[in-house]
């Protein structure tokens, strides 16, 4: 494979200029792409070239039209791509269309977005691998009959869940038998509607579970290694809001089989590059629920506690190097350094105090925090940026470490205060009210923490 000279990134906002940062670091070429909404947008200005990408389409289809992403890279001499997160980065048609032209695709093979992509085959291959899943039907569900029966069996609530769904979309919680008949069709239009497949299958809701998951890397010699887990239980509709590493809610015991189940699934699937396993933990015992096979927003706080770049490590991977690779440079797994505690907040522009609508218009005013110990990755964090509607509302991710879990919860409670932004109305005052919340402090939290919590919404 060689060394890559120039990279595309398909995608915008804060993952591109992340992904270009890692490149002029690696000495690689970068090129960006853009919609015509974007014209202004930061990212375009942080590629070395940016060309605009979907003209005449709608604004989400341009960061999607793989034929005129392809002609990019070819016309601009990139030899790969990086998707990010969202858009096209689980979409196989891409990736197999990469595969066809000879453009590295920074990511797993095709065959894994295939398997992993819908979450009834992730299932399957989860069960294939010896790990717990929560108990759910076998494959897709094709009659309301089905529900019914495996409601009666496993008692209500159940939860139904569309294959190809994400994001926490296409979630319907159904918490008595008589709620079925509609939440079946229900979950099955809006799954059709939003991810162009109307197949769904159900499980049994956990009550109130922890979301623990493990990034794992995986070069293509069969090497796998995890960097330890993220503690994404602070949820909103299903949404990650705030994220932590390691988790403060398991002990090492647990750590250690959650991380070793993560590593035997990658394995038995020969999964390559960097993807993430995602449990629901309900008291000692784990339950998967899927794979996410991509770079996600919350990595940032596993780089922080292991030292590991993951986004450098991704481009090593695909050129071919190993792990262990002294230009990779990821340790043994029993060296991967794990120091301290990061959590990450996700500021977006929704205003909290009205049901956290996004808002859009000119940010007249923007300045950040700083200071030891704080990462920002921002997309459009600057005087005069125009957020418009047309994208995800996540504006500024922070980022903080400490050496223990409360430090880095005071920097990022400290943080957030030092951040003015005026113009546009932000989620800042809630995330304060989350991270300098007792029970956040001390670990006593589930997915079910903001919902069960009406002092967080000021
Ligand atoms: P997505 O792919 O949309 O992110 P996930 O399957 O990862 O969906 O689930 C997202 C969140 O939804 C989980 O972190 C959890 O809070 C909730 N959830 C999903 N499945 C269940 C379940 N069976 N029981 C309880 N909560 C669940």
């Not at 940062?21 to 000495?27: M, Q």
């Not at 940016?50 to 999607?64: C, F, N, Q, R």
């Not at 990139?78 to 453009?103: K, M, Q, S, T, V």
């Amino acid at each position: 494979m060689g060394k890559i000279q120039k990279i595309l990134v398909a995608n915008r906002g804060e993952i591109a200029i992340r992904i270009f940062r890692a490149c002029t670091e690696l000495k690689i070429r970068t090129v960006g792409i853009y919609s015509a909404e974007d014209n202004g947008s930061f990212h375009r200005y942080k590629a070395d070239e940016a060309y605009l990408v979907g003209k005449g389409k709608k604004p989400i289809d341009a960061y999607l039209d793989i034929e005129g992403i392809i002609s990019i890279a070819k016309d601009s001499g990139a030899d790969a791509i990086h998707p990010g997160y969202g858009f096209l980065a689980e979409n196989l048609e891409f990736a197999r269309r990469c595969e066809e032209e000879g453009i590295i695709f920074i990511g797993p093979r095709s065959s894994h977005l295939d398997m992993f992509g819908d979450k009834v085959k992730a299932r399957e291959q989860a069960i294939l691998a010896g790990l717990p899943v929560i108990p759910g039907s076998d494959g897709p569900l094709s009659s309301l009959q089905e529900v019914e029966t495996f409601g009666e069996t496993h008692g209500y609530p159940i939860i139904i869940k569309a294959a190809l769904g994400g994001g926490g979309r296409g979630m319907r919680v159904v918490r008595s038998a008589e709620e079925t008949a509609e939440a079946f069709e229900r979950a099955q239009s809006e799954a059709k509607a939003a991810f162009g497949s109307s197949e769904v299958y159900v499980e049994k809701f956990l009550d109130k579970p922890k979301h623990i998951e493990v990034q794992v890397l995986a070069d293509t010699y069969g090497e796998v290694v995890h960097l330890y887990e993220r503690d994404c239980s602070i949820q909103r509709r299903h949404q990650k809001v705030v994220e932590i590493a390691p988790s403060t809610a398991i002990d090492d015991g647990l750590r250690m089989d959650i991380c070793n189940a993560a590593v035997r699934l990658m394995k038995k699937a020969d999964y390559v590059n960097a993807g993430t396993v995602e449990f629901l933990v309900d008291g000692d015992r784990f339950y998967f629920i899927e794979v996410n096979p991509r770079i996600q927003v919350e990595h940032t706080i596993t780089e922080m506690v292991t030292g590991i770049d993951i986004v450098h490590a991704q481009i090593h991977i695909a050129e071919g190097r190993a792990l262990h690779d002294p230009e990779t440079g990821i340790p043994s797994q029993d060296s991967i350094p794990l120091f301290g505690y990061a959590i990450q907040s996700r500021v977006t522009t929704e205003d909290p105090l009205n049901h956290f609508m996004p808002d859009t218009g000119k940010l007249m005013v923007y300045r950040s925090g700083g200071g030891f110990g704080v990462r920002l990755d921002a997309g459009n964090g600057f005087q005069g940026a125009v957020i418009t509607p047309h994208y995800d509302s996540l504006l500024v991710k922070v980022s903080t470490w400490g050496m223990t879990f409360r430090e880095a919860a005071a920097k990022m409670d400290r943080n957030l205060q030092e951040f003015r932004i005026r113009g546009i109305k932000t989620n800042i005052p809630f995330l304060e009210n989350v991270v300098k919340h007792p029970d956040f402090l001390s670990g006593n939290y589930n997915t079910a923490f903001i919902d069960e919590t009406p002092e967080l919404f000021l």
